[in-house]
């Protein structure tokens, strides 16, 4: 049995998935809030014009594609705050927590910058109509102003979990939430004096969300009694660039990896384009809830970085390779239900977000696609996520390439706008690469994650052998 699963009690097994699930499901909670809010952009959006939700698909396609990948770089603290906690070394953990949140700055800041340098070239590549780009690159902007705070809040996401409190996590994400609705409808609309900037509105209310975010969870972290001992305030020195360079190491195959996932959707949502409004917006729309659901594998990916780093950092491979095997199967679980919701709630599910009839009946069969996927990206995500616990990320950040570049984006284009194998079958081409990609990714990352296992914890027993 996978991970020799077989070889442990069932009640072992089920006292570690309890184990997971109560970190996994609050940071679940929080990481759907927060996508939540794309839901949001796009259903209020929809509301104004068919337009209007095509700009704020464009725009949310490019600032998802910065954020995601930038999120994975400093993504890298998870593993890294983890192996400290799990080896006992406080004074490390502390250090590092706090250069953290110097390194979240700096690279929201880059990612602004890069965002708002990109909108000249965007305007000339994508071939809308001028009001649709205008809106787009308004929508960008405002995202950017928020893209510091951003990377700042998942610095603090990274120091929360690792100490096994995403309670506060959880909180946060949904006050932002429950903002970023009045926030959207003021800027939309133009109400108290603010300008009417109709979709592109939506962009600006995210960036104060960030804002809100990052401060709302600082201050909670540095108020609350349980972290006492570690609080980042007293550890917040100048910038430290050779714990900087260590960031980098594990950090950029990491945010390659996710760079490459999220900018397989994001080249398709440029790619087609052409194909009009109605296929834009019906491909963001399926792609948002493909993102909400796809929250439940990322948290538990989350949760496993964390637990198996612990494991790792004090040296016990043993229980590492047991936490990975168990993680797998309550995200697998997830998964499946997940998969039968989508195939049962297709229409329901499309008329949330637009009334328009073309958008129902084509996303009601994107969604097909989206459902058959949910096992194999679930798989491809958690081992993935157990990996980074070993900080593994250079083998991964290849096979995510391969299959999202190479196979996912290269055929594609070939199906999708090409007769070269088939009569050329549009967004549904792509998005019929998109379920092989993912199920290539699963197949070797679930490998690989069981052959390093492996082979950590064989060295381990030889070592104790010779001593």
């Not at 499901?25 to 996508?35: E, G």
């Not at 349980?226 to 980098?248: C, E, G, M, Q, Y």
């Not at 696609?369 to 096992?375: C, E, H, I, M, N």
Request: overall charge positive; glycine content about 8%.
């Amino acid at each position: 049995m996978l991970f020799e699963l077989n070889q442990a009690s069932r009640a072992d097994i089920l006292r570690e998935a309890r184990q997971i699930s109560r970190l996994a499901l609050p940071m679940m909670v929080a990481q759907i809030a927060q996508v939540a809010t794309g839901f949001v952009d796009t259903v209020m959006s929809s509301r104004v014009s068919t337009d209007d939700l095509a700009a704020v698909s464009l725009g949310a396609s490019v600032f998802i594609t910065v954020y995601v990948t930038l999120m994975g770089v400093v993504t890298a603290l998870n593993p890294i705050l983890s192996h400290h906690l799990g080896a006992g070394d406080k004074r490390a953990f502390c250090r590092d927590s706090a250069q953290g949140m110097w390194f979240g700055l700096l690279l929201g800041i880059l990612g602004g910058a890069l965002m708002i340098l990109s909108e000249p070239v965007l305007h000339r590549l994508i071939n809308l109509p001028t009001p649709v780009i205008d809106k787009m690159v308004l929508f960008i902007t405002g995202a950017a102003l928020g893209m510091p705070a951003a990377m700042m809040h998942r610095a603090l996401h990274a120091y929360a979990s690792s100490l096994g409190h995403p309670k506060a996590i959880m909180v946060v994400s949904l006050l932002a939430l429950a903002l970023n609705i009045p926030l959207n409808y003021i800027l939309i609309h133009g109400l108290f004096g603010m300008p009417q900037m109709g979709g592109a509105g939506c962009g600006w209310a995210t960036g104060a969300v960030f804002w809100f975010n990052c401060l709302a969870l600082f201050a909670y972290v540095s108020w609350q009694r349980k972290f006492r001992d570690v609080r980042i305030l007293p550890h917040l020195s100048r910038p430290d660039w050779t714990r900087f360079r260590a960031f980098l190491k594990l950090g950029v195959p990491i945010g390659l990896s996710f760079f490459v996932e999220v900018s397989l959707f994001s080249f398709i949502a440029l790619l087609i384009a052409e194909l009009g409004t109605v296929v834009v917006a019906t491909h963001q729309s399926v792609l948002n809830f493909s993102s909400i659901i796809y929250m439940l594998p990322q948290s538990v990916a989350t949760a496993m970085s964390v637990r198996v780093g612990h494991h790792v950092g004090a040296g016990d491979y043993k229980a590492a390779r047991f936490i990975s095997g168990v993680g797998l199967l309550v995200g697998l679980a997830m998964a499946f239900f997940a998969m039968i919701m989508v195939l049962l709630l297709r229409e329901p599910i499309m008329r949330m977000y637009s009334p328009d009839p073309r958008v129902i009946a084509m996303g009601s069969t994107l969604l097909l696609f989206a459902a058959v996927y949910q096992l194999t990206d679930a798989a491809q995500t958690i081992a993935s996520g157990a990996l980074r616990g070993y900080k593994l990320t250079t083998i991964p950040m290849v096979i995510h390439i391969a299959s999202f570049w190479v196979l996912g984006l290269g055929l594609g284009i070939v199906l999708g706008l090409t007769d070269w194998i088939a009569p050329r079958m549009g967004v549904f081409g792509f998005w019929t690469a998109l379920v092989l990609s993912l199920s290539v990714a699963a197949l070797f990352l679930t490998y690989y994650l069981a052959r390093a296992s492996r082979s950590r914890l064989r060295r381990q027993s030889a070592l104790g052998k010779l001593s």
